[in-house]
């Protein structure tokens, strides 16, 4: 069988995006160096396989495609790979203690080795959070520059166990994200507890 460049450029993507890890709604984004117009493509009468360097840096790699006939070939073709991922980042410039919403934030992919900590990527979630700080147009949303629940803001607290659950208000004391525990003033007994952010404005102490 002979083959033309096309059919190898395919082959080789095929077999990138089967044997490279993809992050959770990752997308890989493939970029195979034009094989040189100096080389002539042999006939094979096997199936050509593809192979990858086991040590490799993840975005660099030189895949090996093999003609496993008698009169064996060979070629090292280059390739760039890119994993790109969903982040929330800002649609336009937003001033500390803005309500984020679908008006100012949207979700983009971005280059997986440009993103630097825990970044959040389901808009239904981020919905009626906080910025912590003045965010320029195209800022990642991250836990670190958002609040689920803002210091001195009013707090639903859900108390609850296997077989019943009260609710009750309090005060935030301290800026929260989503799983984190932080101090609450019931308004009621006056108490401080600590509960578990677990949606907006919204905390959870399982007794």
Same mark, same amino acid.
């Given at each position: 069988?002979?083959?033309?460049?096309?059919?190898?450029?395919?082959f080789i993507e095929s077999h990138l995006k089967n044997h490279v890890d993809i992050?959770? #709604?990752?997308?890989?984004?493939?970029?195979?160096?034009?094989?040189?117009?100096?080389?002539?493509?042999?006939?094979?009468?096997?199936?050509?396989?593809?192979?990858?360097?086991?040590?490799?840096?993840?975005?660099?790699?030189?895949?090996?495609?093999?003609?496993?006939?008698?009169?064996?070939?060979?070629?090292?073709?280059?390739?760039?790979?890119?994993?790109?991922?969903?982040?929330?980042?800002?649609?336009?410039?937003?001033?500390?203690?803005?309500?984020?919403?679908?008006? /100012?934030?949207?979700?983009?992919?971005?280059?997986?080795? #440009?993103?630097?900590?825990?970044?959040?990527?389901?808009?239904?979630?981020?919905?009626?959070?906080?910025?912590?700080? /003045?965010?320029?147009?195209?800022?990642?949303?991250?836990?670190? /520059?958002?609040?689920?629940?803002?210091?001195?803001?009013?707090?639903?607290?859900?108390a609850k166990s296997a077989s019943f659950e009260i609710k009750s208000f309090g005060?935030?004391?301290?800026?929260?994200?989503?799983?984190?525990?932080?101090?609450?003033? /019931?308004?009621?007994?006056?108490?401080?507890?600590?509960?578990?952010?677990?949606?907006?404005? #919204?905390?959870?102490?399982?007794?």
């Amino acid at each position: 069988m002979t083959f033309d460049r096309d059919y190898i450029y395919n082959f080789i993507e095929s077999h990138l995006k089967n044997h490279v890890d993809i992050p959770a #709604q990752g997308k890989l984004k493939i970029e195979v160096s034009p094989i040189d117009p100096r080389i002539s493509l042999q006939p094979c009468l096997s199936p050509l396989t593809a192979n990858i360097p086991e040590k490799h840096n993840g975005r660099n790699v030189n895949v090996k495609i093999v003609c496993p006939d008698d009169e064996s070939w060979y070629l090292f073709i280059p390739v760039k790979i890119q994993t790109i991922v969903p982040i929330l980042v800002t649609r336009v410039r937003v001033s500390k203690g803005t309500l984020l919403d679908n008006s /100012n934030i949207e979700v983009i992919y971005k280059d997986s080795g #440009q993103i630097r900590g825990t970044v959040l990527t389901d808009p239904a979630i981020v919905n009626g959070a906080r910025t912590k700080r /003045n965010l320029s147009q195209g800022s990642a949303i991250t836990n670190r /520059n958002t609040c689920f629940v803002c210091k001195g803001q009013p707090v639903n607290i859900i108390a609850k166990s296997a077989s019943f659950e009260i609710k009750s208000f309090g005060i935030a004391l301290k800026d929260g994200v989503l799983g984190e525990l932080i101090p609450i003033e /019931n308004k009621k007994s006056g108490r401080i507890v600590q509960g578990q952010v677990n949606a907006i404005n #919204q905390v959870v102490i399982n007794l």
